[in-house]
């Protein structure tokens, strides 16, 4: 005897794909969670029985959610004290989504989700499901209420926007510790020159504070010139550490499918940053240390077995 699913259980087997899908299209766990959870109320005063295709129908009503949110993300992010970047999340996170493809890790990596930024609200939301969930054209112009042939011109013109920016090289976890260490060795020997070989000559290094910890605005670019502040920003200081509340332990992880550093003060995570490598060496550092976009990945780092010695205490 097949078992009938409730509505409520329908949504739920749905859930993963429905918050994986709005974490890449808004960069932000806390939003996807609200969009998904604005999708289920919908779904709940909708006539159920009606919908023929309830996938189709959550996915359309969170993709347009989605797109609401981005546009006024847009005006939010011009009061937006100092750089705005995605919220990392760390391996394991079930947000992260599907990664059986190099297409679908390359669509949640961190690079891309900064490169989505530069995309509009639609061109976003096309890219996402044909490239991290194989949603067919005829399926995306659906649910974007436009005609087949437009989101092809969309698809083709995002994914032209974001193969402008530089491509990342895809590493195992295995390299992806290697690097955070060799990295780490090197920022925290107290010379600029260990650095700056591992970086490209147009490296660059930005950080997403908030408003609530100092990160510079404006990009440090350059190799020496990144070299250089990465110098100051692991040295070891009483202010530092009077700042977060204690020592901040290093460890090596990935976030996002890319080598990253996560800093820990009493299983806090108070900073990831997230190390984008080309076969030339790392391109860029973004630190994301805003507390509001660590959250969920001090839960994640609650959850994970990390039995190791940190790689270095600030």
């Known amino acids: 005897m097949a078992l009938i699913m409730s509505d409520v259980d329908r949504f739920e087997?749905?859930?993963?794909?429905?918050?994986?899908?709005?974490?890449?299209?808004?960069g932000s766990s806390g939003d996807a969670e609200d969009a998904v959870q604005?999708?289920?109320?919908?779904?709940?005063?909708?006539?159920?029985?009606?919908?023929?295709?309830?996938?189709?129908?959550?996915?359309?009503?969170?993709?347009?959610?989605?797109?609401?949110?981005?546009?006024?993300?847009?005006?939010?992010?011009?009061?937006?004290?100092?750089?705005?970047?995605?919220?990392?999340?760390?391996?394991?996170?079930?947000m992260l989504g599907p990664a059986d493809t190099a297409e679908q890790r390359e669509s949640v990596s961190y690079?891309?989700?900064?490169?989505?930024?530069?995309?509009?609200?639609?061109?976003?939301?096309?890219?996402?499901?044909?490239?991290?969930?194989?949603y067919p054209h005829r399926e995306i112009a659906e649910i974007l209420d436009i005609t087949e042939a437009a989101g092809q011109q969309i698809y083709h013109r995002a994914k032209?926007?974001?193969?402008?920016?530089?491509?990342?090289?895809?590493?195992?976890?295995?390299?992806?510790?290697?690097?955070?260490?060799?990295?780490?060795?090197?920022?925290?020997?107290?010379r600029t020159e260990p650095l700056v070989r591992l970086l490209t000559q147009d490296a660059v290094s930005v950080g997403d504070g908030g408003g609530k910890v100092p990160a510079r605005a404006k990009a440090f670019e350059g190799a020496l010139a990144v070299a250089t502040f990465l110098r100051g920003l692991f040295k070891p200081s009483d202010a530092k550490r009077k700042y977060v509340g204690g020592a901040p332990a290093m460890y090596a992880t990935t976030a996002n499918g890319g080598p990253a550093v996560v800093a820990v003060v009493d299983g806090r995570v108070v900073g990831i940053s997230c190390l984008e490598v080309t076969e030339d060496g790392i391109v860029a550092v973004r630190s994301q240390v805003n507390p509001d976009k660590l959250l969920r990945a001090t839960e994640r780092w609650a959850a994970m077995d990390h039995d190791e010695e940190p790689l270095y205490v600030l």
Do not use: M
């Open 13 to 26: 087997a749905a859930r993963p794909r429905l918050e994986a899908i709005a974490y890449r299209l808004l």
């Open 38 to 94: 604005e999708t289920y109320l919908r779904w709940q005063a909708a006539d159920a029985d009606r919908i023929d295709v309830p996938e189709a129908w959550l996915t359309k009503v969170l993709t347009n959610l989605c797109l609401n949110q981005l546009t006024s993300a847009r005006a939010r992010r011009e009061t937006y004290v100092g750089r705005w970047l995605p919220e990392p999340l760390l391996a394991g996170d079930t």
């Open 160 to 190: 032209k926007h974001v193969a402008e920016g530089r491509a990342r090289t895809e590493v195992d976890e295995a390299a992806a510790r290697r690097i955070v260490e060799e990295f780490l060795a090197a920022a925290t020997s107290g």
């Open 111 to 134: 690079a891309v989700l900064v490169l989505l930024e530069r995309l509009s609200p639609k061109e976003r939301a096309v890219y996402v499901l044909r490239e991290a969930f194989d």
